[in-house]
């Protein structure tokens, strides 16, 4: 794990806050870096577009068990991940878009996985 996610997770255990795993801080740092990174510098991705791709990407890379390591992450819904998101950016990991809010991944809901009905955290079956 590389040091600065590793700060980013014990910082976040020192100030008692929801506990996302490392594995889960590094996933989705590398995540965002892939998918930010365009040759020669990186583009800013919002918020829906970064869900997008998180959403495609777990289950290109979990499969049809998505759900459980989502919510073994401690990723219920889009609020989960934008905290996660900004934790990591506190901890300089990543860098924010100006005037990028918390509310802004939090008002995309659930995270959906499967055929679009199945909430992770209410007995999904993806």
């Known amino acids: 794990m590389p040091a600065d996610i590793r700060s980013a997770y014990l910082a976040m255990r020192r100030e008692g806050q929801e506990s996302f795993p490392p594995e889960c801080l590094e996933y989705l740092f590398h995540l965002i870096y892939r998918a930010s990174y365009q040759g020669k510098g990186f583009r800013d ?27 073994r992450f401690g990723l219920r819904s889009y609020g989960d991940m ?4 900004f934790l990591l950016a506190r901890n300089g990991c990543l860098t924010l878009r ?18 679009g009905t199945e909430t992770i955290g209410e007995g999904t079956d993806a």
């Open 82 to 85: 934008g905290r996660a998101v």
């Open 45 to 71: 991705l919002p918020a829906a577009e970064l869900c997008r791709i998180f959403r495609a990407q777990a289950a290109a890379d979990f499969g049809v068990l998505a759900g459980e390591a989502l919510a």
């Open 98 to 115: 100006e005037g990028e809010t918390i509310e802004a991944y939090a008002s995309l809901g659930p995270i959906r996985m499967g055929k």
